[in-house]
């Protein structure tokens, strides 16, 4: 009825989840359509309660989201029918950070309980690790450590997300090796290919830093004896390696390949790139610093020139 309410009103942008509890699974369908969700929450101290307990579930599908909190007995029904278009769009308009009743819900409301703020500052920094977006993760912890009165460094060094476990370079699981793998296995094949591969600068944006260092090796010394090379590889690339050297390829194919592996690479940094603007962008406009949004929409948007030159 809220949502047949508001689009009889003229707010057409509206969902509900049928009286069941609000969960990431719907917010990830939701966010295919936005990223800026509002929820509408009672006013009173329970609908405070029912906001904040809602971010970690916002956060949980890679939304911010923000909460408009309507006046006591009231639902968006009754609020749009008694009080109009105009009065419901001005609650919308006032909404605020889920974050900030997430962040004043774990601290309470004494400023001076210190075991309080410490059970709190717990609490953000298990969510820390949890969230993989590095805005996010940045923003989060800068807005808890003012709120809480804690240090941020603290904060963050105990919310930093777990290291994984150090593992030997993969190849690509789906059939075709990596290009990471293919441009080491062609720098320990030929050492003028190392030599190439190290002038394009292209090394730093590896992703597998197994890989990353395995090149990085390859490209400091192209002329150490072939024998060393081919033995700093894993046993998976090794085999590959003589078999490439008793290869009869031309050197166009090589350095065609080459060429290919380096364009998949850079094009994959220019897409993290690109993804993480954008994420900084949404991050930005959910704790509503406009300045921050439009700064990372103008690089965003240089990056997008930049390709396409």
């Not at 969510?127 to 809480?148: P, S």
């Not at 292209?202 to 150490?224: C, H």
């Not at 439009?294 to 020139?305: P, V």
Request: proline fraction near 5%.
């Amino acid at each position: 009825m809220d949502v047949i309410a508001l689009s009889q009103a003229g707010v057409g942008e509206a969902v509900a989840p049928l009286g069941t509890a609000l969960t990431a699974d719907q917010l990830r369908v939701l966010r295919r359509f936005s990223e800026s969700i509002v929820a509408c929450f009672d006013g009173d101290s329970a609908g405070r309660r029912a906001a904040a307990r809602s971010f970690p579930v916002f956060l949980e599908a890679g939304l911010w989201g923000r909460g408009a909190f309507l006046p006591a007995d009231e639902d968006p029904d009754t609020f749009v029918r008694g009080r109009g278009v105009a009065a419901m769009e001005a609650c919308l308009s006032a909404s605020v950070p889920l974050l900030d009743a997430y962040l004043e819900e774990l601290a309470g409301p004494d400023r001076e309980a210190v075991g309080r703020h410490a059970e709190a500052a717990r609490e953000v920094a298990r969510m820390l690790k949890r969230v993989r977006n590095a805005f996010e993760r940045d923003a989060l912890a800068r807005l808890a450590a003012e709120r809480l009165g804690v240090r941020e460094e603290v904060l963050r060094a105990e919310g930093a997300p777990d290291a994984p476990p150090a593992l030997a370079p993969q190849a690509d699981p789906a059939g075709p090796i990596g290009a990471e793998e293919y441009l080491v296995e062609l720098m320990a094949a030929d050492p003028d290919i190392a030599t190439r591969v190290h002038a394009e600068n292209v090394i730093a944006d590896f992703e597998d830093p197994a890989w990353r260092r395995l090149a990085e090796t390859l490209a400091a010394d192209p002329g150490a004896d072939t024998s060393a090379r081919v033995g700093a590889l894993p046993r998976q690339v090794r085999d590959r390696v003589v078999r490439r050297l008793l290869d009869d390829a031309g050197d166009d194919d090589r350095q065609r390949a080459v060429a290919d592996c380096i364009a998949r690479i850079r094009s994959r940094r220019l897409e993290g790139l690109r993804g993480r603007l954008r994420e900084e962008i949404r991050a930005a406009d959910a704790r509503g610093d406009a300045e921050a949004s439009q700064q990372a929409l103008r690089r965003l948007k240089d990056l997008t020139e930049k390709a396409r030159t």
